[in-house]
């Protein structure tokens, strides 16, 4: 599928110069995130390209997801591909998205931490596990990863496409550099037709709009037992959850929680951080705030006492969600980009968000067209907005359907996505095995 490949303008060929040169920083830059827990110590070798799982026999395609929502928003794809029979290599980059690949990839899908973009570490990378298709998900755009994967006659498709206006504007100033990666696609298949339309703006040759692969994605489970020990310890009390907040929202959490707090009985508020190791500290805040906390890491139970339990553990989302018919969504009262609310409005919680959502627009646009989510500014307005949920089950009823709905009807990405791989699923048959 021929397609027309830009020359590497000075910015790239300068990029790749510098980042050959790396090595012995990445060194120090490892005993950083080492020490912050931000990589694992018994795989950081996967930073540097070298493998701790053997490449299998045939031909393998290499998927890769950033971080957990990057990663989820594929496994239905893994799982696809995996029923082919096809070997399926997915790599992310953070822990926290590796912890959720050990427990949620199909049978049979490898796992790798990406390797640090240095020439080097990509080359050692792609001598061991020759991927014969890469598929890269949402806004991933290494420059080594991608010049030296297509170098070697790797196809290359971007699924899941997305490319915000913020990050449009920032390409733009680099015009020839964009370019020049793009076309080195194969194939865009893009969430929006926004996005779609600025990746052809800087560049992309071959793109198509194939919709938002996490509508397709399961809702997250919750462990039955586990369900049920925490609903007991709830009991009858009133629960608002905010879910996946940010350092700088919690504080504005815990203030709508001292103001509904006279007007609901023994509320309890679930923070559940984006980063799981901000827990002590949220718990610490919420003491100062004289909130009594108790976090799930240290296997705590909410108790009659606890105005706020801090839900620091990974993995468990679908069992919070199904706790509390009110969601917060966080990443949106600071100037993140919001959270996707696909996983809430799929368990039937009532949305609440603030004004800064541009990571998941459409998302948000669906649910508001349908009036199936409530946006916020502060404390005031989160605290109004979830007393009215709490308090008027006609009213929450109505906003969970109308979301529920909206979010049904956005799916069959994943349907469209398989569509446009099957001619690189074809060309990989006809070759027969290595």
């Known amino acids: 599928m021929a397609k027309p490949v830009v020359r590497m303008p000075a910015t790239l060929r300068a990029y790749v110069?510098?980042?050959?040169?790396?090595?012995?920083?990445?060194?120090?830059?490892?005993?950083?995130?080492?020490?912050?827990?931000?990589?694992?110590?018994?795989r950081i070798q996967e930073r540097r390209g070298e493998a701790t799982v053997e490449r299998p026999a045939g031909r393998l395609i290499w998927l890769h997801g950033a971080s957990v929502g990057e990663l989820l928003s594929i496994i239905p794809l893994i799982g696809r591909l995996r029923a082919r029979?096809?070997?399926?290599?997915?790599?992310?980059?953070?822990?926290?998205?590796?912890?959720?690949?050990?427990?949620?990839?199909?049978e049979g899908a490898i796992h790798q931490f990406m390797p640090w973009d240095v020439p080097a570490y990509v080359d050692r990378f792609l001598d061991h596990w020759q991927p014969d298709l890469a598929v890269f998900a949402e806004s991933e755009?290494?420059?080594?990863?991608?010049?030296?994967?297509?170098?070697?006659?790797?196809?290359?498709?971007?699924?899941?496409?997305?490319?915000?206006?913020?990050?449009?504007?920032?390409?733009?100033r680099v015009p020839r550099s964009i370019a020049a990666l793009l076309s080195r696609f194969?194939?865009?298949?893009?969430?929006?037709?926004?996005?779609?339309?600025?990746?052809?703006?800087?560049?992309?040759?071959r793109v198509s709009t194939t919709g938002n692969l996490k509508f397709d994605v399961p809702a997250p489970e919750a462990e039955p037992e586990a369900a049920m020990i925490l609903a007991q310890s709830i009991g009858l009390r009133p629960v608002f959850l905010a879910a996946s907040t940010h350092e700088g929202e919690d504080e504005v959490?815990?203030?709508?929680?001292?103001?509904?707090?006279?007007?609901?009985?023994?509320?309890?508020?679930?923070?559940?951080?984006?980063?799981?190791?901000?827990?002590?500290a949220i718990a610490a805040l919420a003491e100062r705030m004289e909130l009594p906390a108790c976090q799930r890491s240290r296997g705590d139970l909410p108790r009659y006492r606890h105005a706020v339990y801090?839900?620091?553990?990974?993995?468990?989302?679908?069992?919070?969600?199904r706790a509390a018919p009110v969601a917060f969504l966080g990443g949106s009262l600071i100037r993140h980009g919001g959270q996707n609310p696909i996983e809430p409005a799929k368990l039937?919680?009532?949305?609440?968000?603030?004004?800064?959502?541009?990571?998941?627009?459409?998302?948000?646009?669906?649910?508001h067209e349908a009036q199936g989510a409530c946006e916020v500014s502060d404390a005031e307005t989160l605290a109004a907005a979830t007393l009215t949920l709490l308090t008027d089950k006609r009213e929450r009823q109505r906003q969970r359907d109308a979301a529920g709905g909206a979010v049904a009807a956005l799916g069959g990405a994943l349907d469209r996505t398989l569509a446009a791989l099957e001619p690189y699923f074809l060309t990989l048959a006809m070759r027969g095995d290595r």
């Open 85 to 106: 029979g096809v070997a399926v290599l997915v790599t992310t980059v953070t822990r926290t998205a590796a912890a959720i690949a050990a427990r949620r990839l199909p």
């Open 186 to 205: 194969e194939l865009c298949l893009m969430q929006t037709v926004d996005d779609a339309r600025r990746v052809e703006e800087l560049g992309a040759p």
């Open 253 to 280: 959490v815990l203030e709508a929680h001292r103001l509904m707090a006279p007007r609901l009985n023994n509320l309890l508020t679930i923070i559940a951080p984006r980063h799981p190791e901000r827990g002590d």
């Open 17 to 42: 110069r510098a980042t050959a040169l790396m090595g012995p920083a990445t060194r120090l830059l490892a005993r950083r995130r080492l020490a912050r827990g931000k990589e694992d110590p018994e």
């Open 348 to 367: 039937g919680a009532a949305v609440v968000h603030g004004p800064h959502v541009h990571n998941f627009a459409a998302v948000y646009a669906a649910l």
């Open 310 to 321: 801090v839900a620091d553990t990974l993995g468990e989302m679908g069992l919070f969600y």
């Open 141 to 172: 755009l290494w420059p080594n990863l991608i010049l030296r994967t297509t170098a070697r006659g790797t196809p290359l498709i971007q699924v899941n496409g997305r490319m915000s206006e913020r990050s449009f504007r920032g390409w733009r």
